[in-house]
């Protein structure tokens, strides 16, 4: 009844994809969705470095016998992480599944692959995750504008990109942004995808390692509770809206195209977003959502949420 070639490839009960979030996606969060049934996704860089991550996979491991992933996102900078040595970390941990995001996995593609190990690329046009497929992913996420987080810079809803996506592609093609629900997923299914990935949904649950006064002001949120930041950079990000996301948007209207990464730094860091996260300040930290929180209107355990 939920066989896709997701499921068949992955090894899972259903066709839902718990997305790699920072400083969200721990073993605690991902253990849980994998033990539902869906496809638990850590996030590799919420770990300070390959031995944690070593420790954060055997942790995993005790909450469950089921698959999981890890998400390695390759971001551009002037100190990048040290992705070999998460990349080394990984193959040893012989972890079944990798997400990658961000700049293209080419380079790691075939020390992990030789390793046995599936790998999903998250992409944001149908150009890119065409590039994917070429070099040997086994599948793609797509994420239509409305995901929380990065939808790059083409603003194409899901409602067009996924079946531009499943058209062009021979690779199981997996839905993301804006789901959160089963009428999301029969939707997605009906749009050619094999499965969804959802982010934000799974941040509103009792798992997320994540204030209770953050996850009930989304709750609390609408479809009008996101904005749109790093616009005039090119690297739009769609995040919850509160007084410090609406300063970053008032500094950006007035910089125009002068604006430069420094006039919003000290907003915009990981450190306040955190501090939100532990404190529960709803206006002390930037973080990614989606416009999904239309529909969020509870706070489950990752099971109910699943098998719902």
Request: charged fraction near 20%; include cysteine.
């Given at each position: ?12 009960e259903y066709p839902i994809i718990q997305g790699g979030m920072m400083r969200i996606a721990t073993a ?102 065409l590039k994917a497929e070429k070099i040997g992913c086994d599948a793609v996420t797509i994420d239509g ?106 500094i950006e209207r007035e910089k125009g195209q002068d604006l430069q990464f420094e006039d919003i730094r ?43």
């Amino acid at each position: 009844m939920y066989k896709t070639r997701l499921t068949e490839l992955f090894g899972i009960e259903y066709p839902i994809i718990q997305g790699g979030m920072m400083r969200i996606a721990t073993a605690d969060l991902s253990g849980a969705v994998s033990e539902a049934g869906g496809l638990g996704v850590m996030t590799a860089l919420t770990q300070p470095s390959p031995e944690a991550l070593t420790n954060e996979i055997a942790r995993i491991r005790t909450l469950t016998d089921k698959p999981f992933g890890v998400n390695l996102t390759f971001l551009p900078g002037l100190n990048p992480p040290n992705y070999d040595e998460f990349v080394r970390s990984i193959i040893e941990a012989q972890v079944p599944i990798v997400e990658t995001a961000g700049r293209s996995p080419e380079k790691y593609l075939p020390m992990l692959k030789e390793a046995g190990i599936k790998v999903i690329h998250k992409c944001t046009a149908v150009r890119h995750a065409l590039k994917a497929e070429k070099i040997g992913c086994d599948a793609v996420t797509i994420d239509g504008f409305e995901c929380g987080g990065h939808p790059g810079e083409n603003d194409t809803p899901g409602l067009v990109l996924i079946p531009a996506a499943t058209a062009a592609l021979e690779i199981p093609v997996v839905a993301c942004g804006g789901f959160g629900n089963g009428q999301g997923l029969a939707a997605a299914l009906a749009l050619g995808a094999e499965g969804i990935c959802m982010g934000t949904r799974f941040m509103i649950t009792q798992e997320a390692p994540v204030h209770e006064n953050i996850k009930q002001a989304m709750v609390e949120g609408s479809e009008l509770s996101t904005s749109l930041i790093f616009r005039a950079l090119r690297n739009t990000e769609r995040v919850f809206k509160n007084k410090m996301a609406d300063e970053v948007v008032k500094i950006e209207r007035e910089k125009g195209q002068d604006l430069q990464f420094e006039d919003i730094r000290h907003l915009v860091t990981g450190q306040n977003a955190g501090n939100a996260f532990d404190d529960g300040d709803p206006d002390g930290g930037i973080w990614s959502a989606g416009v999904v929180m239309g529909l969020i209107h509870d706070i489950p355990d990752c099971r109910t949420l699943v098998h719902r």
